[in-house]
């Protein structure tokens, strides 16, 4: 599936690029988990009715056959004072993938956005005679590596 998002955000990337705008507009691709690719159960222990997955994904009605990989996902920057082609952080390759280098909160990414938009990570509202912040607790910190 990656080829039907890859050409309309590279072409998004290059227009707004060309056009002098990329500095000025930071574009945010993130989901809320990821997923990996091996079926559910343990190996050689399959749970019970499980679809057979199979070793490559050839038609749509393959693609959801996966389960959720809570500890990390991945999110895509771009522009607006984002560091150019780096790669940020690291998870394991074996199972559970989790995080090995360079974790980055959910709190700590919202403080980086914020702060890119001229918006201090402890930005807080009164709502309901209560504050709102902008980061949980407004304790989200800037990530640097980020930065360009």
Do not use: W
Not at 22 to 27: H, S
Not at 38 to 43: L, S
Not at 54 to 64: A, C, L, N, Q
Not at 114 to 133: C, F, H, K, N, Q
Request: net charge neutral; with cysteine.
């Amino acid at each position: 599936m990656k080829a039907t998002i890859d050409g309309p955000i590279s072409q998004l990337i290059l227009d707004l690029e060309q056009r002098g705008l990329l500095d000025r507009t930071l574009v945010v691709l993130a989901t809320e988990f990821g997923r990996d690719m091996m079926t559910e159960g343990k190996p050689g222990q399959e749970v019970k009715n499980q679809v057979t997955v199979p070793d490559m994904m050839t038609e749509p009605k393959h693609y959801g056959m996966h389960r959720h990989f809570t500890e990390a996902s991945s999110v895509l920057l771009f522009g607006g004072g984002i560091a150019k082609g780096r790669v940020y952080g690291e998870t394991a390759t074996e199972r559970p993938c989790r995080i090995v280098k360079d974790p980055v909160s959910i709190s700590d990414l919202h403080a980086t956005i914020y702060s890119l938009m001229g918006i201090a990570p402890d930005t807080a509202y009164e709502a309901e005679r209560r504050p709102v912040y902008a980061t949980k607790d407004g304790k989200g910190k800037v990530v640097p590596g980020l930065l360009a």
